[in-house]
């Protein structure tokens, strides 16, 4: 069976570096016959603050009905963003508060502090973007983006994720830096589709 790969692309900008990432993604898997499925962070309406908590529901809005719909059909994801101030994009940020619901992601024990996976059985890969170059975040602020995503978003809901390439720095990237990750990016899609199977 092919792979089912849902690409997710954050930036809340119409055309960026993460959008080229997410093409050669896509490019990549599809070479390798996975189904491909993709929504642009640009081109969604919605509401993203969960005003409420958990303690009342808002309906989800058609593309975020959409979005859990792919992230389900899928068993492989690919999520391509700038990191911005140590983290993913706000308007990024609230696909996950709205989408990444109990009942959905994950499902909390009444008698003890632990909690169902409800996402297991898929992998991850991250596709990050940064103005700082990946030895200088490391240094400096620990990668707290790779971690925000990896550990309390992704494996928080059971995906595991198979690798996270950061690039940059960005702002002073050369034509040759550019293509490097692009190719780069287009051997994870490879690869995970390869995976995925």
């Not at 995906?159 to 940059?168: C, D, E, H, T, Y």
């Not at 550019?178 to 899609?189: D, F, V, Y």
Request: proline fraction near 6%.
């Amino acid at each position: 069976m092919p792979a089912r790969i849902f690409v997710f692309v954050g930036h809340p900008r119409s055309a960026s570096l993460s959008h080229g990432l997410a093409d050669a993604y896509q490019r990549g898997a599809e070479a390798q016959g996975a189904e491909v499925r993709r929504m642009n962070l640009s081109d969604m309406q919605f509401d993203p603050d969960l005003t409420e908590g958990y303690h009342a529901r808002k309906t989800l809005e058609p593309c975020l009905e959409e979005w859990r719909e792919n992230l389900s059909w899928s068993n492989h994801t690919c999520w391509a963003y700038p990191q911005w101030w140590g983290g993913m994009p706000a308007k990024m940020k609230g696909v996950i508060d709205r989408c990444f619901l109990p009942g959905y992601a994950m499902k909390y024990h009444d008698n003890d502090p632990f909690w169902d996976r409800l996402l297991a059985g898929r992998r991850a890969d991250v596709l990050m973007t940064s103005d700082a170059p990946v030895w200088f975040d490391r240094l400096s602020n620990g990668r707290a983006a790779k971690l925000q995503v990896q550990k309390p978003v992704l494996h928080f809901a059971g995906i595991k994720p198979a690798r996270i390439l950061q690039v940059g720095p960005v702002k002073t990237a050369t034509e040759a830096h550019i293509a490097k990750w692009l190719k780069q990016a287009e051997a994870r899609g490879a690869q995970a589709a390869r995976r995925a199977r």
